[in-house]
């Protein structure tokens, strides 16, 4: 079962709130807590209408400032700033963070209405990506014929393929009830073949309408005489200026009217009191006295000596106009304490959504999606559960100090910079960086010179090293990193931003070196593409596997994606699919498969099979139909290096992925290599990714004693 799901919207004035309260309603019978939240709220988000609601009728245990993410003005500052990752990030985090605190948590996107020119109009759905939860959506068919309505819908089909994200139902809310059956008919006959399901919901007459105390407050009026507006509940019916004659005016007059004019019209007063007191004429709901006028003292004498006055009465600034223009403008929404339109609500949406079909459908959705931003913030939570201490070689390159900077405000990690500390931090402040909190070591001064010299000198003396060597190679930075992280200063290290793979990884080899069970020390990227990460293994260490090396990666490759809360389900890729192919290519291949699965039984390895079958049902249905890997992979395992390399590459310019790596698996203790062309989200991920790393390896090694 997913445990949240998301309410969204393209179109103003949808009346998604009354989806949302229908969807609260069924999941507070059947989960025992609930909760809510919103990724954008109005203005400067600390009134929210919506979350007032829910939090009220379903006594929800969050705070209001855990039910939000991030208010409207505070994203539209962001966005304006270019920082609109940066707005993910902040919703994403928050809405992680509250989800541990539920059994299931509801979202409900932004009000359109109230969204500025600043964000594009499908902000609400691109958030439901990043999330990476089920998504319900809400068609506003509010004075819109079936094709009008038909078109909405398919843009918003659209807009959910582009993104990616799981729809899993759609409801067309506020069709006109006398064309209500007819519409919901055609529309369906013509969506029969859609995966989501479709749900009609009627436009309820006056709901939108404002009730007195809306108005009243909206207006900002000043009560004068009669019952106060507070706690009147029903619907404002119409409202109406009052400028004839009363014998005239009375004829107009309908249940329910708020009626406006000036204060200086006891005529009007009286009449109005008069159609209330008959039964003849129907009752108005209220009286606004504008234009700044008081009734009389006669007036206001006779008003006070009416026992039970059945008429609320109030004052408000300027003239009758504007205030006639305002009071329009006020929209009827749901507020904690209407119960009347709180239960007509739920009566209409009960009465007809199938709400056992829908809650089935909540409960059989599993949501496979994961976002960038989504995999990101779970590499940070996972690497601050245990936090570690990360060598980062090159310190003075700007996007290491800044990747630096980030690492320890967001307290992933401790962290280690090698080279001359005057010079670092001088480097850092003219970045306006803050490296307070970082260590900083100079290997060419630094106290553990002459212990790391020794253990160099004695690891690798068999293999012609002399102490004048093993003191030339503590000068270079990446063997003093890897001699930290081998006697236990660091617990992983990451470079690569300026120096070359080999210059990196060589002294890892040499010094840290595989654990006993490995075969090979292989690598894997984790490729981040737009609801999903993949793993793709071996893109960088090894030119030409051998069948057992396969096996090796594979193997390796699959307790990697577990590592990182990715289930393991391994394809062995090859140029055809099953047993269609021949020739040693796809034997050795073939063979690896067979040795995997003997080796790791319990794991899902399948092969050999093109990429195509590997990651799409539909093709992996029809090439390979057993197989419980087809169109499933999350693991990906190329050939070759050729392959592999190239492939990761492709993906990465062609789909926009997000490409990690590489990440090295097989060392005793974690180091990671960086492209030297990598940005400082690669290098805070790549950090992320190397202590969690040290975290399992520490484990392994408390086991394994």
């Known amino acids: 079962m997913a445990d949240s799901l998301y309410i969204a919207n393209l179109e103003i004035e949808c009346g998604k709130l009354v989806v949302t309260l229908g969807v609260m309603e069924l999941l507070s019978r059947r989960i025992g807590h609930v909760g809510f939240f919103r990724p954008i709220t109005p203005g400067d988000g600390t009134n929210d209408n919506d979350i007032n609601l829910i939090r009220h009728r379903y006594n929800i245990d969050l705070t209001e400032e855990e039910m939000v993410g991030i208010s409207h003005d505070e994203a539209r500052s962001l966005v304006a700033n270019g920082q609109e990752q940066l707005l993910f990030r902040r919703i994403v985090g928050k809405f992680v963070e509250v989800r541990k605190k539920c059994d299931f948590l509801l979202c409900e996107g932004p009000n359109i209405v109230s969204m500025s020119e600043a964000f594009d109009y499908d902000i609400s759905i691109r958030i439901a990506r ?90 900002g009026a000043r009560h004068f005489s009669g019952p106060p507006a507070a706690g009147r509940q029903s619907d404002i019916h119409a409202i109406k200026v009052a400028a004839m004659s009363p014998a005239n005016f009375i004829d107009f007059l309908e249940e329910d009217d708020l009626i406006i004019t000036p204060g200086d019209r006891p005529d009007i007063i009286l009449a109005t009191l008069g159609a209330i007191a008959s ?59 209407n119960e009347q339109k709180t239960a007509r609500a739920l009566g209409v949406f009960e009465s007809h959504v199938d709400t056992v079909g829908l ?140 120096h070359t793979t080999e210059h990196t990884i060589r002294p890892a080899f040499q010094i840290i070196r595989t654990r006993p069970e490995v075969l090979v020390v292989s690598s894997v990227f984790f490729m981040c593409l737009e609801t999903r990460v993949l793993v793709y293994g071996d893109c960088a260490v090894n030119p030409n596997p051998d069948s057992e090396q396969l096996a090796e990666i594979a193997i390796r490759s699959a307790e990697t994606a577990a590592m990182f809360n990715i289930e393991p389900i391994v394809a062995m890729l090859s140029y055809s699919s099953g047993s269609s192919g021949h020739g040693e290519d796809v034997e050795q291949v073939r063979r690896a498969v067979a040795l995997a699965r003997t080796l790791r039984p319990d794991l899902k390895i399948d092969g050999p099979i093109q990429y195509d079958a590997a990651i799409d049902i539909s093709v992996g249905s029809q090439k390979m139909p057993e197989s419980e890997v087809a169109g499933r992979a999350t693991v990906f395992i190329f050939p070759d290096l050729n392959t592999g390399n190239n492939t990761y590459k492709a993906v990465q310019r062609s ?21 030297r062309g990598c940005l400082v989200p690669d290098i805070v991920n790549t950090v992320a990714i190397t202590a969690i790393q040290a975290q399992a390896l520490a484990k392994k090694h408390q086991e394994e004693a």
């Open 130 to 219: 990043e999330l990476g939860t089920p998504t319900l959506h809400v068609v506003n068919a509010r004075n819109r014929g079936v094709d009008e309505i038909q078109g909405n819908i398919r843009v918003a089909e659209k807009i959910y393929e582009q993104y990616q994200c799981p729809l899993l139902a759609m409801f067309v809310n506020r069709i006109d009830p006398d064309l209500f059956t007819a519409a919901k008919e055609q529309i369906k006959a013509s969506h029969q073949e859609k995966s989501y399901r479709l749900d009609f919901l009627p436009e309820m007459k006056g709901f939108s309408m404002p009730t007195m105390e809306e108005i009243t407050e909206a207006l």
């Open 279 to 337: 039964r003849h004429y129907p009752s108005p709901a209220g009286l606004l006295l504008s234009g700044g006028f008081e009734p009389s003292p006669s007036m206001v004498r006779l008003l006070d000596g009416i026992d039970n006055l059945p008429l609320s009465m109030y004052l408000i600034p300027g003239d009758t106009y504007k205030a006639a223009m305002r009071a329009g403008e006020v929209k009827g929404v749901l507020q904690p304490h």
């Open 359 to 498: 809650e089935q459908q909540v409960i059989d959705t599993v949501t496979t999606i994961m976002s960038p931003l989504m995999f990101e913030y779970s590499l940070f939570q996972q690497a601050r559960a245990e936090r570690k201490h990360i060598v980062l070689p090159e310190g003075y390159d700007e996007r290491i100090l800044q990747a630096a900077e980030i690492l320890r405000s967001r307290e992933v990690v401790d962290l280690t910079l090698l080279g001359d500390e005057k010079t670092i931090r001088s480097r850092g402040a003219t970045l306006g960086l803050k490296l307070q909190d970082v260590s900083i070591i100079d290997p060419k001064t630094s106290p553990l010179r002459e212990e790391f010299i020794e253990n160099l000198y004695q690891l690798r003396k068999h293999k012609g090293f002399t102490r004048d060597y093993a003191q030339d190679a503590i000068n270079d930075v990446s063997y003093f990193g890897t001699m930290m992280v081998h006697t236990g200063r660091a617990d992983g290290m990451v470079s690569g931003a300026v």
């Open 655 to 675: 789909a926009g992925a997000v490409a990690i790596g590489p990440i090295l698996q097989g060392l005793n203790k974690p180091v990671n290599d960086l492209s």
